[in-house]
């Protein structure tokens, strides 16, 4: 059985029968619940690996859902909606999803998200227990063991996301690294919506680490290209 335990939030009964048995035939373990009250409880008492969100919920917008759960926790949430609007999935990402799956979807796509996602989690929690350094740049400090980072001592509450693109820009500082480049490390692929979705972390994590945002010290964009984390003395 695999040890991945998955939330799966959906309301309409054939879509969460479709993906609780795709999970069930993948040897995933799930829980289930069928609004955003229950997907909060539940949440917070099985603290699980993944979220799986419809947007589209009975009683409170999925969004909602997303911004209740980043007040307290970082654990990855994947929205599945009927809502393709990239205003839509721009909010939901903003709000700190960590990635986007339109209905209707493919179950091959579904488990190919979820593998990414997977593949992220074990990089980050073995990055965690091999790297002892801590990076400093200015008043910026990135602790990779402890997986947090802080900005004038006081810690950043970053999505999973954020954190892993600050690390990737911390590591490679001076250096700037293309779109392609970050996608694939942090998503590992580089599809149109990808870049897209690259540009609304990096906005949410500029929000954060920007004590300016017009006058960005970190975090230079190179339009076009991509981005480079400069060196603050």
């Not at 997303?66 to 990855?76: D, E, G």
């Not at 903003?94 to 998200?113: C, H, I, N």
């Not at 801590?134 to 810690?155: H, M, P, S």
């Not at 990737?168 to 692929?189: A, D, Y």
């Amino acid at each position: 059985m695999n040890k991945t335990l998955i939330l799966v939030v959906e309301d309409d009964p054939p879509v969460r029968n479709l993906i609780t048995t795709t999970l069930k035939t993948n040897d995933y373990r799930y829980l289930v619940a069928s609004n955003g009250e229950e997907a909060i409880l539940e949440a917070s008492s099985h603290n699980p690996d993944i979220v799986l969100l419809d947007l589209g919920l009975p009683d409170i917008d999925g969004v909602q859902v997303i911004q209740n759960i980043r007040s307290w926790s970082n654990l990855p949430i994947i929205v599945i909606s009927a809502r393709s609007e990239d205003n839509d999935k721009i909010e939901a990402l903003d709000a700190g999803a960590d990635d986007y799956l339109t209905k209707p979807f493919s179950v091959e796509e579904l488990l190919a998200r979820l593998r990414v996602t997977q593949r992220r989690l074990s990089f980050m929690t073995a990055e965690a227990r091999t790297a002892g350094s801590v990076f400093v740049n200015g008043k910026l400090r990135v602790d990779y063991a402890g997986g947090c980072a802080y900005l004038n001592d006081e810690e950043l509450h970053l999505t999973p996301i954020e954190y892993k693109l600050l690390c990737l820009l911390s590591k490679n500082v001076g250096k700037v690294l293309t779109h392609t480049f970050i996608t694939q490390n942090i998503w590992g692929r580089s599809w149109e919506n990808d870049i897209a979705s690259l540009r609304v972390f990096m906005a949410t994590l500029r929000k954060k680490l920007e004590p300016e945002p017009d006058s960005p010290q970190y975090i230079q964009t190179h339009i076009g290209v991509g981005y480079r984390m400069m060196k603050v003395e």
